[in-house]
């Protein structure tokens, strides 16, 4: 039982390009959600998604895309990366929005 | 606008101190409140309190929601170099499944 897995661990991107980071979970959670956290301003909630099929924006979405395919999936796409998309980024599920919330270990992003 | 106010951003303590950390939480419709600590990585649930659970207790670390006023406070008592962390409060936007976290509180405990 893997529990909330993110991948990658770090990345480097420039400014303008584009990447996915990734997002898996393997306790059958039908939410899931992505955060960034950036120093002083806690986890600010970028989207989140409450089945296959179902998504929605949180506190801070511009700039990021998200689809739900799978149950196990969430995947965080970055259109064309900009400096300000400099955070640590953080995947969880949980059975709901308003219960225990699983985090995976977290995705270093740094945009040049 | 929901939001969740924590306080103080920040406290410095000694070894053996008891500390009580604060979480404001204004909500249309309440249904639980979450407690969280964070060291240097993801972070790990600590309690969750709702209008049946509104005291919880762990070891040295205990948790009160006032659900009236909707305030929270998260006690350590007999402080250790251990808990040195940054302890986050959230919950819920109200009607939604929207989960909003404070900003935390960062907690150094000194030897």
């Known amino acids: 039982n893997a529990g909330v897995t993110q991948t990658p661990k770090f990345q480097v991107l420039k400014t303008g390009q584009s990447m996915t980071l990734q997002c898996a979970q393997d306790?059958?959670?039908?939410?899931m959600s992505w955060y960034r956290q950036d120093p002083g301003m806690g986890l600010r909630l970028i989207h989140y998604?409450?089945?296959?099929?179902?998504?929605d924006q949180g506190e801070v979405p511009n700039g990021y895309n998200v689809s739900r395919s799978t149950t196990e999936d969430f995947p965080l796409r970055l259109l064309s990366a900009a400096p300000s998309q400099t955070s640590v980024y953080f995947c969880?599920?949980?059975?709901?929005?308003?219960?225990?919330?699983?985090f995976g270990p977290g995705t270093r992003l740094t945009v040049l | 606008e929901d939001k969740v106010v924590q306080s103080p951003l920040s406290l410095v303590v000694h070894e053996g101190d008891t500390v009580t950390l604060n979480c404001s939480y204004e909500?249309?419709?309440?249904?639980?409140l979450l407690w969280y600590k964070q060291e240097k990585k993801a972070p790990t649930f600590l309690f969750m309190l709702?209008?049946?659970?509104i005291e919880k207790k762990s070891g040295r670390l205990s948790s009160i929601l006032d659900k009236k006023e909707l305030f929270s406070i998260l006690n350590i008592t007999a402080t250790q170099t251990g808990d040195s962390a940054v302890y986050l409060c959230?919950?819920?936007?109200?009607?939604?499944?929207?989960?909003?976290f404070g900003k935390g509180t960062k907690l150094t405990v000194n030897p």
């Open positions: 969880a599920s949980s059975t709901s929005g308003h219960n225990e919330q699983f």
């Open positions: 306790m059958n959670h039908e939410y």
């Open positions: 998604s409450v089945g296959a099929g179902i998504t």
């Open positions: 909500v249309t419709n309440f249904r639980s």
């Open positions: 709702t209008s049946s659970g």
């Open positions: 959230a919950g819920p936007q109200g009607g939604s499944e929207k989960l909003v």
